[in-house]
């Protein structure tokens, strides 16, 4: 499976604005948003495992994560952008354990990911 991330850009504090994910060569069943920004390592943000919606806690209630009935492009709707939101997205998929937390916000748990597409939020 090869994925290719983007709608990224550079938005406003406050504003919204929605990523994309395509897939193919196969269908996204279960997989994750991450997001790194300068100096920091690559942070979880959001998974979508059977349905269940999971997410960074921080993030919760900002971040909604969705997928097309087609299994084939996951989205990123992000809200009320903030200034610390600025990072390259990542979406990942195949990862190897969903059972727990610990495992499905580890970015070692995905086999496929995206290039990334850059977030800036100006204040």
């Known amino acids: 499976v090869q994925l290719q991330a983007f709608g990224g850009g550079l938005v406003q504090a406050g504003d919204s604005l929605k990523l994309s994910c395509a897939a193919s060569g196969g269908i996204l069943d279960s997989f994750a948003w991450f997001r790194q920004s300068p100096g920091k390592g690559r942070e979880f943000v959001a998974a979508w495992i059977g349905g269940g919606r999971n997410y960074d806690t921080s993030l919760k209630g900002r971040f909604t994560i969705s997928r097309d009935s087609a299994k084939t492009t996951v989205y990123l709707q992000m809200n009320s952008l903030k200034p610390e939101d600025t990072a390259v997205y990542y979406c990942?998929?195949?990862?190897?354990?969903?059972?727990?937390?610990?495992?499905?916000?580890?970015?070692?748990?995905?086999?496929?990911w995206g290039q990334g597409t850059l977030v800036t939020v100006s204040s």
């Open positions: 990942a998929s195949n990862g190897r354990d969903y059972a727990s937390a610990r495992a499905y916000s580890t970015r070692v748990n995905y086999n496929y």
